[in-house]
């Protein structure tokens, strides 16, 4: 650490990061229960409604050609499929199958009952917790 560094940022920075590696490998426990790679059991928690494949290939912050491959994957799998835009028939939807609400519905039901676990503070710390961590996004949005 240099000389000028921060301690409680450092601190900070560290807590964080294990937060967030707690829920991740929890959320990959739970994709592996569900027989889905973590990235198409991420891709398939953010659908809900009819999606272009544009759209969440910028959620996942990847090329549309990597969303094909965890597309075709989920596919194959029956828990998505292709449709045509209605005004654009060149852009591909993708659109929940029944089972493929079913797994997505209990990857955000254990993931919930999860974070419950991980954030089992009191109401006021919860909620000051919250705060906090959204004026640190506001601040680093813009």
């Known amino acids: 650490m240099s000389a000028d560094a ?3 940022v450092a601190e ?6 294990q937060v967030a ?9 739970t ?3 569900l027989d889905l790679p973590p990235a198409q059991a991420l891709a398939l928690a953010r659908l809900r409604d009819p ?9 996942l912050s990847c090329e549309a050609s990597n969303v094909t491959g965890i597309v075709d994957g ?9 449709r045509p835009d209605p005004s654009d028939r060149r852009v591909k939807r993708l659109v929940l199958t029944e089972e493929g609400t079913r797994r997505r519905d209990v990857l955000w039901s254990r993931g919930h ?3 419950v676990c ?14 906090m961590l959204r004026r640190l996004l506001a601040c680093s949005a813009s």
Do not use: I
Not at 120 to 130: C, K, Q
């Open 74 to 82: 989920l596919e194959r799998r029956g828990l998505v499929t292709r």
């Open 113 to 115: 009952a999860q974070a």
């Open 51 to 59: 999606v272009p494949m544009r759209e969440l290939a910028d959620w």
């Open 21 to 29: 590696g707690r829920l991740r490998a929890q959320f990959n426990a």
């Open 31 to 33: 994709a592996a229960e």
């Open 12 to 17: 900070l920075t560290e807590l964080v990061g």
């Open 6 to 8: 921060d301690p409680v």
């Open 118 to 131: 991980l954030f089992a503070l009191s109401g006021d710390d919860r909620l000051l917790l919250r705060d």
